[in-house]
């Protein structure tokens, strides 16, 4: 797999973690910024979905 083929970090330099353990920034947990580089393809857009779901309760 080429570097082009792989899911994209959500990743937007805003780093920092509120009070439920959720980047600010790129609304994943910490666990899958610490574990995104060992992801497969799958479990990234699995993560990003769960980003789409936080991204849209921030915004109610």
């Known amino acids: 797999m080429s570097v082009a083929d792989k899911v994209r970090?959500?990743?937007v330099q805003v780093c920092?973690?509120?009070e439920q353990?959720?980047?600010?920034g790129c609304?994943?947990?910490?666990d899958e910024?610490?574990?995104w580089t060992r992801m497969t393809n799958e479990e990234?857009?699995?993560v990003l979905r769960n980003v789409?779901?936080?991204e849209q309760?921030?915004?109610l």
């Open 9 to 11: 970090s959500p990743c």
């Open 44 to 46: 990234r857009r699995e």
């Open 16 to 18: 920092a973690l509120d």
């Open 21 to 24: 353990d959720v980047c600010i």
């Open 33 to 35: 910024i610490l574990r």
């Open 52 to 54: 789409a779901i936080r």
């Open 27 to 30: 609304q994943r947990t910490s």
């Open 57 to 59: 309760k921030v915004a």
